[in-house]
């Protein structure tokens, strides 16, 4: 699986949209880019994933560029219940389904 | 509403005294995997049962063991703890194996080790 770039940490004023990077710029054609969460002390969470479109669901907005090599989260109205560390992975559709958490963002939502 | 259940919470055991960490699921999944995750780290898969093959990644020490006796339970067995054993345990569940069916987490399992 590529390797992901996240920056350590972000802040983000409560309302607003939080916006997360992520550098995959050695992602293959067949690889998906997934965003999971972990808020403290829980499991984390699978927020959303795409491929080569960009994909919204009821939590979030990914935005992949089109040459694939770096995506953004879109969190649209930040609550201070998203202040997480926030994960993306690249990973082959096909094969086992192994998750290798890298690092990861820590998003602070700031009254 | 169906979840990933992990009991206990949280599990203290002394250095070397076995210990069992147990997850139950009511998803159904047929797949269900155990991640350790030590202080300020990512989660790190140690195995994955579908449905009864068991399969261990390379790097997890003989140590940890597991099994799955019936769809909806998992146990991870510590055999002989260390204190570098000290950490979050998470179970997680999945219909299937493929890469892209996701993952549904529990709330994890504290591991102190004195």
């Known amino acids: 699986d590529a390797k992901t770039t996240q920056p350590p940490s972000m802040d983000c004023a409560e309302g607003r949209a939080a916006n997360l990077p992520c550098n995959h710029s050695t992602i293959s054609g067949n690889e998906y880019v997934y965003w999971y969460r972990q808020i403290h002390s829980q499991g984390p969470q699978y927020i959303i994933h795409?491929?080569?479109n960009n994909e919204t669901n009821e939590m979030a907005s990914l935005i992949i560029t089109e040459d694939r090599k770096s995506s953004t989260l879109i969190l649209p109205h930040a609550t201070l219940r998203d202040t997480a560390v926030y994960y993306c992975?690249?990973?082959?559709?096909?094969?086992?389904?192994?998750?290798?958490f890298g690092t990861g963002t820590r998003l602070t939502v700031i009254p | 509403d169906a979840m990933v259940i992990q009991n206990p919470r949280y599990q203290v055991t002394q250095f070397g005294k076995p210990v069992t960490l147990s997850c139950s699921q009511t998803?159904?999944?047929?797949?269900m995997y155990w991640y350790q995750q030590k202080s300020s780290q990512a989660p790190k898969l140690l195995f994955h049962?579908?449905?009864?093959?068991?399969?261990n990644e390379a790097d997890t020490p003989d140590n940890f063991q597991s099994r799955r006796p019936n769809t909806s339970f998992c146990f991870l067995d510590i055999r002989s703890p260390g204190l570098g054993d000290a950490a979050m345990y998470l179970c997680?569940?999945?219909?299937?194996?493929?890469?892209?069916?996701?993952?549904?987490f529990g709330p994890g399992t504290r591991l102190t080790v004195l």
């Open positions: 997680a569940t999945s219909r299937d194996p493929t890469a892209t069916d996701t993952q549904y």
């Open positions: 795409g491929l080569k």
């Open positions: 992975i690249v990973r082959v559709a096909s094969g086992a389904n192994n998750l290798f």
């Open positions: 049962y579908y449905d009864k093959d068991f399969n």
């Open positions: 998803l159904n999944h047929n797949v």
